[in-house]
């Protein structure tokens, strides 16, 4: 099927082209913007204790007041706030107020700190529109104008709060994506040169999956709309790596097949025919696994990961496309002259150090397994020290931005739980009015609980049937500690809820205690949905019931490897408290699916040798000489592409860009070019089992063949030459 894809674009290259550029115009010109939600709340499903809170609290007080944005006060010299300084942030309320600022329905004073050192205005806007762009744009007003009114003064105020923390997750993201953009074109334009020696390769790439890029977001974004799916800005971040990242892997995996073909002697158009055909299946076979490892992100129950797991979906599933078509179509227009001015390849170069490491592991494959495999073991026993934040906003921006100073510096004048604090609703089963002479007894046995600072009943519903009790905790929101206290507030609430009561607990806490749990839901079904479609593909594409099973294993053994690692580094080295409670998830889909690319390219190629005869040793050194450079080319500008993630400056893409990328390096320079090929030679025929790797396979009709119709010589096709110790051709 491949070698008849890749004869059709051959002989049509223009008319390929054309279809799609305008498939591209056609699909760009009529996408939908694509929106974005930075509100945690809707990462969940309805059916979640913190969000059916929310929702009671829609109905039964939805003129509640709940801040989107706190101005935070305090004197410039440090000092407490003078009698002249309070009448300064009345004023400055006031005149907030009477601003009518879009989105925003309520500003009222807020309580001043223990100390006398701070105060605040507290700021209300449409629920409906939480986490949405137009609260961002709300706080950029209100951030503006509150400085404007505080000139003059002895105050120095600063703009928190959920829509502050919105606007400046926007702008730290949209410079993360500059610096993102930035680093993965340099990294694959100087890679691709030294590599190649070539500028017309190393700049084609990145204008063909450049196009590719535009319909990759175009398909996105009606996806996105028709399917009601939630948006998130750090995707656009992780879609620039994914789409250059996987799209200059498959052009790799294409063009060092293309060039070994013109070594080989066949003429350049049917050496471009002859490459598809005999890489196209691992290409298929790599996009596919990654392809079902997103897609199983549908799976999930938090909403940020289904957005993803669909887009990414889209994105490789597009450079598939254009990797089988695209690029064929383009480089047989070209032709050799794609090299330019480099003549390496005409010839295969003596001495080559992948064919010296192919010979080290077909004469010592136990060797070879077993060190790479105690490197892995050695760095996944850094796992057991894992620990989850879920504080997305300050890991998604810098601790400089203003939000998050304000965070931390009103963590320290009140309660650490002020901020946010979580509310219990206390509702009647039977519509009718609550017993009010219970609610000090209830309120009291909330504030006894650990971890608690106060608890009190703070408003009822007009008709008398919800009641709010706010609990402030003694912790910021997003700790372990809170997380902790919330599920001890929860227990207390439903236990001794008055007869005839039922009570939700609500707030940012019971939300990341949400989280915690679908994140742990996600791990025992997306986890093994992924890993068992993986081993489908493999499964199909080796003809075989043995491989799949320890080339999973040791894929997962490079997870383990990778995520002990992270936690080595971040943990261990840097001191954070812990890692974002989705890199485990993320590392997992992103390790497995797109490190299992490489391992797919080793395998298919040590099937490919062993069918042509070889025993299996010898078969192992001629994969890791033939495709060793294509996984190391790749891997590399994989790794480095998603490295590039940690320019963003914030702590989920620093995370998420060193365990990606360290886990592509482990995928490509320990897995698949050592562990893989080792292990297969050690396992021998039986890896194959039930195919028949010891019958040799014949050469496709065409392959090998010029344009003369003179075959070339029997078994070239089969890329059978054998080395000397020297490396020397014999």
Known sequence: MFRRIGATVVRHPVWTIVAWLIAAVAIVATAPSLPSNSDESSFLPKSYESIKAADLQQKAFPSAFTPSAIALYQRTDGGKLTAADKQDIA???????????????????????????????????????????????????????????????????????????????????????????????????????????????????????????????????YATKLFDLQANSSISSILIVVLFGVGTDYFLFLMFRYRERLRLGDEPKQAMVNAVGRVGEAIASAAGAVIIAFLALVLSTLGFLKQMGPALAIAVGATLVAGLTLIPAV??????????????????????????????????????????????????????????????????????????????????????????????????????????????????????????????????????????FTVTLKYEASTDKAIDTVGRVRDVAHTNAPDGTKAVVGGMSSIYKDINTAVNHD????????????????????????????????????????????????????????????????????????????????????????????EPREAAGMALRHAGPTVAAAGFILAATFATMM????????????????????????????????????????????????????????AGTGVSGSASAPGADRDSFAHDPAGRRN
Do not use: C
């Open 91 to 221: 004023r400055i309320t006031t005149q907030l107020s009477n601003k009518h600022i879009d989105q925003v329905q309520k500003v009222v004073p807020g309580l001043p700190s223990k100390d006398g050192r701070y105060d605040l205005t507290l700021v209300q806007m449409d629920s409906k529109n939480a986490g949405q762009p137009k609260q961002a744009d709300a706080a950029k007003v209100l951030r503006d104008d509150v400085k404007q009114l505080a000139k003059g003064t002895h105050l120095d105020v600063k703009l928190g709060g959920s829509a502050a923390q919105a606007l400046d997750q926007q702008d730290s993201s949209k410079r993360g994506q500059a610096l993102i953009g930035f680093g993965t074109f340099a990294i694959i334009l100087v890679t691709l040169l030294i590599i190649f020696r070539a500028p017309i390769l190393a700049v084609l790439p990145l204008v063909l999956i450049g196009l590719v890029s535009a319909v990759a977001n175009g398909l996105i974004a």
């Open 331 to 468: 480089v047989s227009l070209i032709g050799p002259k794609v090299f330019w001015p480099s003549k390496s390849w005409q010839k295969e170069p003596e001495n080559a150090r992948f064919a010296a490491l192919g010979r080290g592991v077909q004469r010592r494959p136990a060797l070879t397994t077993v060190l790479s495999g105690l490197v892995l073991v050695a760095l996944a026993a850094g796992i057991f020290g894992y620990h989850a934040t879920f504080d997305l906003a300050s890991g998604s921006m810098p601790k400089t931005k203003e939000s998050m100073v304000v965070q931390d510096q009103m963590q320290k004048a009140y309660s650490a739980g002020a901020a946010a604090p979580t509310d219990v609703y206390l509702s009647s089963t039977g519509g009718k009015p609550l017993d009010k002479s219970a609610f000090a007894a209830y309120a009291s046995k909330l504030g006894a609980v650990d971890g608690v600072a106060n608890a009190r009943m703070t408003q009822v519903n007009k008709d008398g049937s919800t009641a709010d």
């Open 523 to 614: 791990y025992k079904t997306v986890f093994p949905v992924a890993a068992i479609l993986i081993m489908i593909i493999l499964g199909l594409l080796l003809r075989s019931v043995v491989a799949p099973w320890y080339l999973m294993a040791s894929v997962g053994l490079g997870f383990g490897a990778t995520l002990g690692a992270t936690v080595w580094i971040f943990q261990k080295g840097q001191g954070h408290s812990g890692l974002m409670f989705m890199l485990p998830v993320i590392m997992y889909l992103f390790v497995v699916a797109i490190g299992t690319d490489y391992n797919i390219l080793m395998i298919a190629r040590l099937r490919e040798e062993a069918r042509e005869g070889r």
């Open 647 to 702: 320019l963003a400056g914030n702590s989920l893409l620093t995370e998420m860009g060193f365990a990606v990328s360290f886990g592509i390096a482990v995928a490509a320079f320990v897995m698949a070019m050592f562990f893989t090929p080792s292990l297969t030679a050690l396992i021998g025929h039986a890896a194959w089992w039930p195919g028949h790797s010891d019958r040799a396979e014949p050469a496709p009709a065409g």
